[in-house]
């Protein structure tokens, strides 16, 4: 039950972000503002230039083009610790609501990462 109600909700996040301007959510991400903050994420969630840094070594996912709907929901359940990891849930005490709106607006504009070639 819990679980449908995530996915009602998350479905729900994406249905309005699709819908509607980013203008109308409360917590509007700014993907110009998130270039300051993206910087503790990139060692390990290397986007640019479409390269991961540790291919084979480091099994980091790529959120680079990912929802961010999606990406907001994964920081605020590090935030909260519904979600485990210890790096993310580090990384992820440091944000803000708005820093996170800010980071997903940015990697949800970004290409996916090309696929890791495989060792
Ligand atoms: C120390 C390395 C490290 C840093 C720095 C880091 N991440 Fe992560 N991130 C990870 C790892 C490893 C995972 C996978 C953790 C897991 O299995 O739950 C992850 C998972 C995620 C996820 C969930 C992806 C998914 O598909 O569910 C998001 C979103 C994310 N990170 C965003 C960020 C953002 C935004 C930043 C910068 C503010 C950041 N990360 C910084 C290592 C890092």
């Given at each position: 039950?819990?679980?449908?109600?995530?996915t009602f909700a998350l479905g729900l996040g994406l249905t309005l972000v699709w819908?509607?301007?980013a203008v109308?959510?409360?917590n509007t991400?700014?993907?110009?503002?998130a270039k300051d903050?993206?910087?503790m994420c990139m060692g390990c969630h290397s986007?640019?230039?479409y390269k991961t840094a540790f291919p084979a070594t480091y099994n980091v996912p790529k959120i680079g083009g990912q929802h961010a709907a999606y990406i907001v929901k994964?920081?605020?359940a590090y935030k909260s610790g519904d979600r485990k990891h210890p790096s993310m849930r580090a990384v992820a005490a440091t944000l803000s609501e708005q820093d996170m709106a800010d980071v997903a607006a940015y990697y949800s504009n970004t290409a996916p990462a090309a696929p890791a070639a495989k060792k």
């Amino acid at each position: 039950m819990k679980r449908m109600k995530r996915t009602f909700a998350l479905g729900l996040g994406l249905t309005l972000v699709w819908l509607m301007p980013a203008v109308a959510l409360a917590n509007t991400g700014d993907p110009v503002a998130a270039k300051d903050k993206i910087s503790m994420c990139m060692g390990c969630h290397s986007i640019p230039n479409y390269k991961t840094a540790f291919p084979a070594t480091y099994n980091v996912p790529k959120i680079g083009g990912q929802h961010a709907a999606y990406i907001v929901k994964a920081l605020q359940a590090y935030k909260s610790g519904d979600r485990k990891h210890p790096s993310m849930r580090a990384v992820a005490a440091t944000l803000s609501e708005q820093d996170m709106a800010d980071v997903a607006a940015y990697y949800s504009n970004t290409a996916p990462a090309a696929p890791a070639a495989k060792k």
